[in-house]
């Protein structure tokens, strides 16, 4: 998904996504910050950093994203 061989060099536009982690919803994903090496979701206020070894699944056909959050980043 985040692959840095891969053909789109973009990090995937999630805005407008329901961001959970695990099973528990987040809220809105409502854009992106793309700090150099660093990008980060925007939700609620707050930024998520969006690392592929943070994500559990992501699905477009209900524009979920799961994450597994570390403790205390909320």
Avoid at 24 to 32: D, Q, R
């Amino acid at each position: 998904m985040l692959d840095a061989d891969s053909d789109d060099q973009d990090s995937e536009d999630f805005t407008g996504w329901l961001l959970y982690n695990g099973e528990s919803p987040v809220g809105e994903i409502t854009g992106l910050e793309d700090i150099p090496g660093n990008p980060c979701l925007i939700v609620g206020g707050a930024l998520i950093p969006l690392h592929e070894d943070l994500i559990q699944s992501a699905d477009p056909s209900t524009r979920t994203l799961v994450m597994n959050l570390p403790e205390g980043l909320l």
